[in-house]
């Protein structure tokens, strides 16, 4: 494991109170989503939250190199829509929907990522246990983080709570290591799979952790926008993610809603 990905004690410090900021922006843009509002309304809104914090919106114009910039400064994915959702003045929320929420933001130099699922209204049962399922695995795992323990003890977690739910963890996406930059190595399945990088936990790491839960199969396809993925049998799909740092005492969530 690269030192370069070990984060000094100052950044650490600067990764809380980014964390902080993050979490108290995503907080008002929760309690913002209701029937009737756009996701462009969110968009707008998020934005001008992380700027009033002194923060940059990170995922705007993530992607220049490869010639498709994401164009928002949050994602709003709604229903069977899994992540990376591109927020539009015509796509209007209804009550029922399931409305994941994914931001990111760079503060003092760095950056935290986080991910939320909103229940608009009152929600079909199935919705509401997916969304409660995914952010109990996201709870699991990160019980399990301390130095020394191998990431697929988190996996481990994450994958068996899910799956004993009667639901499935996405494969083709994952966590990653955040900090000086949105993506960062390590990669962290929210799975276990034969020949993954079974790393060892180190103090000084900062993980973004998100599982991302269909209530069908686990295939995901990427739509027309190039954007979002979708679950491929159109089942519903739930998100979390916290961004943690691994200190002696396990775990500090410093996106902690």
């Known amino acids: 494991m690269s030192q ?21 922006v995503l907080q008002t843009v929760m309690a913002s989503v209701a029937p009737g509002t756009t996701t462009k309304d969110i968009d707008m809104l ?25 164009p928002a400064s949050i994602c709003t994915s709604v229903n069977e829509e899994v992540v990376h959702g591109i927020p539009h003045a015509k796509k209007i929320i209804q009550a029922g929907d399931l409305v994941k929420l994914d931001i990111g933001m760079r503060f003092e130099g760095m950056v935290t990522d986080m991910a939320r699922t909103v229940k608009v209204g009152a929600v079909s049962k199935e919705k509401e246990r997916l969304a ?12 399990e983080l301390r130095p020394g323990v191998r990431i697929s003890v988190y996996s481990r977690a994450v994958q068996e709570y899910v799956e004993a739910n009667g639901f499935s963890v996405v494969r083709d996406l994952v966590g990653h290591g955040v900090g000086h930059e949105l993506h960062e190595d390590p990669q962290v399945p929210n799975y ?23 209530a069908g199969a686990f295939g995901v396809k990427i739509a027309k926008d190039t ?31």
């Open 4 to 24: 370069t990905l070990i984060k000094t004690a100052d950044e650490i410090l600067r990764l809380r109170a980014s964390g902080q900021r993050l979490a108290g």
């Open 46 to 70: 998020a934005e001008r939250l992380i700027r009033e914090v002194g923060g940059i919106p990170i995922f705007k114009g993530y992607g220049s190199d490869f010639g498709r910039p994401f």
């Open 192 to 214: 276990v799979s034969r020949g993954m990088d079974d790393f060892v936990l180190q103090a000084g790491m900062a993980l973004a952790l998100e599982p991302m839960v269909n």
């Open 132 to 143: 409660t399922v995914t952010e109990e695995s996201l709870r699991r795992g990160i019980a």
């Open 227 to 257: 954007w979002t993925f979708v679950t491929a049998d159109g089942s519903l799909s739930a998100h979390f993610e916290d961004t943690v740092v691994i200190t002696e005492r396990g775990a500090d969530v410093v996106t902690k809603v």
